[in-house]
C-alpha cells in the first residue's frame, strides 16, 4: 500500500501543474482522475451515444483505460464540459472510482488529483490538499491560457463558464466538490506557481512526517 497525497479544487484553481510538480518531487505516481471523466465523455461523443443514458455512461466507464489517457486530446472545453454532465451519474461514479482507488494502491505513493479525492475515493490519505483560487483569477488564467496559444476567447464568457461548472460540481448529490474535514486549504488567488508549490511541499512535508 503506497502512501497517498490527494489534491481537490474546482476546475482552473492550478491543481493539476501543482499536483504534477508535487509527484515530481516525491518520485509519486500521478492520476489526473478528471481525465478518466473526460475519457469516457470523449468515449460516449466518438461512439454517437448519448449523454443522458446512465447506463451506456457506466458500462463507458468500466472500460477506461488508465494508462491510456492523452491530456491533449482530452483537454477540449466541450469534453470537460461533457464530463461535467456524466460525472453527476452515480453509476459513472462507482465505475470510476473503483479504477482510481486500485490505481492508489501503487508503490511507493500516488499523488491524486480531482474533486473528490480526500472525501470518497481516498479519505484516508495522510496528506489531503484543498487547492482554490477566486473564481475571477480562475477565469483570467484560463482566458490568459487560451490566448497564449493563439487562440480567441472571450473573458465573460469563460468566467461564466467557471460559474456553471462550480454550480454542477458542487451541488450534484453524489460525491460534491467540498474539502474534507481534514483537508489543508491553499488558496493560490495571490501566488505565483513557484510559490504555490513551496506552500504545497511544506504542507506535504509536515503532514508525511505527522502519520
Ligand atoms: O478537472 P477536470 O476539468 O478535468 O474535470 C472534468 C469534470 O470531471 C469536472 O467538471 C467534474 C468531473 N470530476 C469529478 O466529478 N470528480 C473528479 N474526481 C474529477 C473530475
Given at each position: 500500500m503506497g502512501i497517498v497525497i490527494a489534491i481537490d479544487g474546482p476546475a482552473a484553481a492550478g491543481k493539476g501543474t501543482l499536483s504534477r510538480q508535487i509527484a515530481e518531487a516525491y518520485h509519486f505516481h500521478h492520476l489526473d482522475t478528471g481525465l478518466t471523466y473526460r475519457a469516457t465523455a470523449k468515449a460516449l461523443i466518438d461512439a454517437g451515444?448519448?449523454?443522458?443514458?446512465e447506463t451506456v455512461a457506466a458500462k463507458m466507464a468500466a472500460e477506461?483505460?488508465?494508462?491510456?489517457?492523452?491530456r491533449d486530446v482530452l483537454s477540449a472545453h466541450a469534453i470537460g464540459e461533457a464530463a461535467s454532465r456524466i460525472a453527476v451519474m452515480p453509476s459513472v461514479r462507482r465505475a470510476l472510482v473503483d479504477a482510481q482507488r486500485a490505481f492508489s494502491r501503487k508503490e511507493p505513493g500516488t499523488v491524486l488529483d480531482g474533486?473528490?479525492?480526500?472525501?470518497?475515493?481516498?479519505?484516508?490519505?495522510p496528506v489531503k490538499l484543498y487547492v482554490t483560487a477566486s473564481p475571477e483569477i480562475r477565469a483570467r488564467r484560463r482566458h490568459e491560457e487560451i490566448v497564449a496559444k493563439g487562440d480567441n476567447a472571450d473573458y465573460e464568457a469563460i468566467f461564466a463558464e467557471v460559474k456553471t461548472r462550480d454550480d454542477r460540481d458542487m451541488s450534484r448529490?453524489?460525491?460534491?466538490?467540498k474539502p474534507a474535514p481534514d483537508a489543508h486549504l491553499l488558496d493560490t488567488?495571490?501566488?505565483s506557481i513557484e510559490a504555490a508549490f513551496q506552500a504545497a511541499k511544506a504542507i506535504t512535508d509536515a503532514a508525511l512526517k505527522n502519520s
Open positions: 451515444l448519448p449523454l443522458d443514458d477506461v483505460d488508465l494508462s491510456g489517457l492523452d474533486r473528490d479525492i480526500g472525501t470518497v475515493v481516498c479519505p484516508d490519505a448529490s453524489d460525491s460534491p466538490l488567488s495571490e501566488m
